[in-house]
């Protein structure tokens, strides 16, 4: 069962607009479980019908902060991070196996590294403003797990955004420094809501759902908030 809590207002960031159901999906570009979790929040949404408007917002998130510019290596830094190559191979194993019920495909290699996301959430937030992120979002997360790009490369994420139809004035938005500002202003302030895990939904500004949940259980909570906006 779901559990649905009121958390601080975070419009002041967000924005204000109000669809029906806004769902602001905060979450990292190298989480598999932020694109397992949307695959899920998807087809839930597809069960809603035409009844709710939707308007999905992405929110950024660094699981890795201090992750150097310039990366590293997966094996050595998730191996540590587990506490043994052995758990990391198991994890690694149990999030393909999950990925393929999904439909998702999840390819790691040796030669793998783990970006700084940074300036991929620069361009995400670019993205938005041309009412891209989602596709954005979704290139960023084939990119990178199942074609094992290097997605905190500048040109790995030029060449994302113009396969998405990203026109140049996106680009140099995402690599300018209020994209840079901003993107730093709300990685500081969702911080301070104390959100230690991603994937996290914040519904219409009140409620929180944390964690990649199966689809039934996203549209039972989708619905009953649905319900207490009317």
């Known amino acids: 069962m779901l559990s649905v809590f009121d958390i601080l207002p975070i419009s002041d960031i967000l924005g204000e ?40 917002r992405w929110q950024p998130f660094e699981l890795h902060p201090d992750m150097p510019l310039t990366g590293a290596d997966r094996e050595t830094y998730l191996g540590e991070r587990f506490g043994s190559p052995e758990k990391l191979n ?18 790691f290699s040796e030669k793998d590294r783990i970006p700084n996301t940074k300036l991929a959430h620069q361009f995400v937030l670019a993205a938005t403003q041309s009412g891209l992120a989602t596709p954005f979002v979704l290139a960023l997360f084939h990119a990178y797990f199942t074609d094992g790009k290097d ?22 938005y995402a690599l300018s420094s209020k994209a840079k500002t ?9 911080r301070g809501l104390n959100i230690q895990s991603v ?32």
């Open 151 to 172: 997605i905190g490369l500048q040109a790995t994420l030029e060449e994302v955004a113009t396969s998405i139809g990203m026109q140049k004035v996106d680009i140099d």
């Open 17 to 56: 607009h109000m669809a029906d159901l806004r769902i602001d999906i905060i979450s990292d570009l190298v989480c598999p479980w932020c694109y397992l979790g949307y695959s899920r929040l998807k087809q839930a949404i597809e069960q809603l019908g035409d009844d709710y408007r939707i308007d999905i």
């Open 199 to 230: 994937p996290t939904y914040v519904i219409n500004d009140k409620y929180m759902i944390q964690g990649a949940h199966d689809p039934e259980s996203f549209l039972k909570v989708l619905n009953d908030i649905a319900e207490k906006e009317l």
């Open 90 to 107: 198991e994890a690694t194993h149990a999030i393909q196996q999950v990925g393929i019920e999904a439909n998702i495909q999840f390819n």
């Open 182 to 190: 901003l993107t730093e202003k709300k990685l500081e302030h969702l």
